[in-house]
């Protein structure tokens, strides 16, 4: 037998014996969640099948973020009915400021090793702890809640190996947009996208998030990475070294695919409308100087305090372009408080910014910066389809923070080795 | 029998069930009222009992939204048909008793007459005399959209199980 896979071994240790790729199984969900888009749902579906109840409350979250604070009263009282259900349940809530799901539970709820369930697809950024995160629907969830466990089909696992050393203005948000340009929507469907390799072992956490995740992106099923001393550094820093445990693939485990991915020649890359496939570099005619009405600094992939951190090293003591505007959303509070103490607000605010409270913000089309007809929208988060951001008449490119910073001085997409 | 309505690849879950109107999620009547509206503006209005939602590649793709999946069903379709599905929505599909079938959907046209034969794994294409047989799904899946979804499957049987009979 050749050795297992990282998803392989996680799920053999959450299914109590041993599975392999394509086997299906039941495993035991150590983390289930829900969000103010899904929750409702998935809490209406525990009430048809007779189980109000959560099988581990203490690590059942319930997370208000999409539409947070709401801005209709329609929202506002699928609010109460989820802080209720909470209540009744004894499920743990994270409420109105508290930050984007993803964000927030790879903060202070997903361990290394371990099988995390969220009713939101980019539940996926998981991955980067050395668990196995997915995304489910709100039946699926509703189950997961409530019996603290889940059905499964153990993924193929498709193995990137990444070497060099990313050069000045690239990002892991580059790698992520050029693996996705390569492999298109639908490339790893069903499939666990695995990472490692020297670059990822040197990769700081939160840039391993971003590839984590937008898996989901191509189609996968999860994007586990391995769990090693900077998941360690990482959960001290967060208070909890006592979840860390190593994590890896076997030597000789068995890989459907490989992919092996050089950072050192990657340029800063832009996905354009109507999808994140449809990927150039920056300095492609087709986005170099067009023109931009909207920067969106947000979302689970994007609005770390690192990633506000390095939007402010290339903004520093510029302004953003008349025409323009720049709006931030910081991904958790833990975010925007670092952000606000370290005075990055007051590079933002005297730039020109809007600062908005924890959440998705106008990621997902709700309020808080949903562009107007014709309008481009340059975005640090993560999809860009038609109607993706509120308005099926706008257009969004997505971008890394680096190259959203130059693009909100000039108003128009700019690389950001040149500023 | 049922009418064919024809999409294109990759369709989104925000063409289906798109976030403008997130405040709809809890009235699933009124969101239905928009279903593919930013792909198709005449399905919603336009869409009868039985008919078929016909796409390209990768249906689906994009958020975990069920309602995406529920409003398709509410609106009075019978099945969704495409040559291949996102995971998280092809998953959805069959939990809340929508059955999302793989099949060769180059060799329907639009308007064609469907007849969807779950137990013989048959699309009839009346219009065009023609058969197109499609894969049985995984038996859990199969257990799961005979009774009726995943609801009606834990209420049946008290537990989630993967080998019941």
Known sequence: MPGKTLVEKVLSHASGR??????????????AYVQDGTGPLTFRQMEKMGLVKAANPARSVVFIDHSSPPPRKELASDHVYLRDFATKTGMVLSDVGEGVCHQVAFEKYVRPGEV???????????GAMGAFATGMGSTDVAVALALGK???????????EVTGSFAHGVYAKDLILRVIGDIKTDGATYMAMEWGGPAISRMPMTERMVLSNMAIEAGGKCGPQPSDEETRRYLREHG???DWREVRPDEDARYERTSAYDVGPLEPMVARPPQEDNVVPVTDPSVKGLRIHQVYLGSCTNARYEDIRVFCDYMRGEAVAKGTRLIVTPASKESYVRAMKEGLFGVLLDAGATINSPGCGACPGVHL???GDGENVLSTTNRNYVGRMGNPLAFTYLASPATAA?????????????? | MGRAWKFGDNISTDLIAAGRYYHLRSNLPELAKHVLEDARADFAPGVKAGDVVVGGRNFGKGS??????VIIKLAG???????????IFYRNAINIGLPAIVVDTDRIDEGDDLDVDLEKGVVHDRTKGIDLTFPSLPPVMARILEEGGLVEYIKNHGDLVVDAP
């Open chain 1, 240 to 242: 909890r070294e006592a």
């Open chain 1, 18 to 31: 041993e599975v392999r790729a394509g086997d299906i199984t039941i495993a035991r969900v150590d983390l």
């Open chain 1, 150 to 160: 889940t059905w499964l089909r153990v993924p193929e696992s498709w193995r990137f």
């Open chain 1, 369 to 371: 910066g949903i562009p």
């Open chain 1, 406 to 419: 130059a693009t909100a001085m000039y108003g128009v997409i700019t690389d950001p080795r040149e500023v």
């Open chain 2, 77 to 87: 379709t019978r099945a969704v048909l495409a040559k291949s599905f996102a995971r």
């Open chain 2, 64 to 69: 975990s939204r069920e309602h995406a999946p």
């Open chain 1, 116 to 126: 995390a369930i969220g009713a939101d697809s980019h539940t996926v950024m998981g």
